[in-house]
């Protein structure tokens, strides 16, 4: 038979149990994923971490790698052990690392000839984005100026209608705090396609959100 | 009866619901709207960098033929000072000044490339993210005006301006 102090313990209980589920309801508990759903939820534009951008006939899509993901590109097995994924991260450490692809809105063909009126002009494409290019990428990051210290022009001789560039800037100092406004900007100071500056951000708040690579 | 008037009842909200979508989706894509050109233009960070660059490159350009000039001028005056006018002063004056012609015309044509690529560089950008504005905001059509009658009346309400200025900015910063 229920007395009024039992249903005042039950009511209690009620209540502890609500706010309990309540309160792991609004805690984000990260999540860890397979080495496949990880480099799918990294490459995935609505996570924050790729970004496109358009600007006249061109579009810039830059990927955002963490180091767990580039290490996975190195390592490429559907399944990773915690010592591999430490022993490439040591090695890749000290640098942030970004792919960049450019390609012509509605072309197919080799971007490096798109609008070309002569192979002389060809050839400065060639060489710009192979050395000069490096020279006009940077990261801003917390008021810092971050060089671009590896820079890989990956030609694919029209074989696909993009040209893509393997990035490394120097890092940021871990020991200062950043918040969740902060934003790392890719800041391209293009002198070869006829566009001028163009910024790329990424939010602190995508990057602190990324989930954890599930390793055996 | 009780029935039919529930059912009546449904059917008269559902098509309200429907008419009132109906609506508000193609009120919002009949917009128009106008933005005062110059102003966007000038406000853009874009614009505003690039401006910096090129005064910059102008400021260099204009002391390196101040320099020249006042060379060839100092030149000028101690030939027609001069009692006795050297053979060598002459001759290095006419090469002096034929430079100075020479670095003048030189240093305008690229000025003006430069300011036209700069321009170019500007309006690639704007325009790219205006009709990125127009399209997120399901604006029909954006008007630019400059104030010298291509839009002779528009209401103040459809005027857009200070909106698409932080939007353009936004998107040039990096943001969405």
Known sequence: MLTGGSLVANNKIVLLYGFISIMVGCIKLPKELVPRDYAKWIENTNNGLRIEKEIGDYIFDIQYKPLDYAALLEIKKDSVSKQEIEKIKKEMEGLQYYTLKISAKNFSGDILKYKLNDMGNYSKRVEYFSFGMQNDLKIIEQGDTLPCTLH?????????PYITFDLGFQDKDEKKEKKESD?????YNDSILGIGPIKIAFKNKDIQNIPRLKTY | MRKWIVSAIGIIGFVMASCSLFLIWFGNAGKTGYINTSEVYNDFKLKKELQ?????????RKSILDSLKLTVNLLENKIENSKKISQSDTGRYEFL???YLLKEKQFQEDNEALAKKY???????LNQYIQDYGKSNNYRFVFGTNGQGNLMYANDASNITEEVKEYVNRRFSGGK
């Open chain 2, 52 to 60: 910096e660059k090129l005064d910059k490159v102008l400021l260099s």
């Open chain 2, 119 to 125: 321009s170019e560089q500007v309006w690639q950008q």
């Open chain 1, 152 to 160: 890989h022009f990956e030609r694919s001789y029209g074989l696909s």
């Open chain 2, 97 to 99: 000044r034929s430079q």
């Open chain 1, 183 to 187: 934003e790392k900007i890719v800041y």
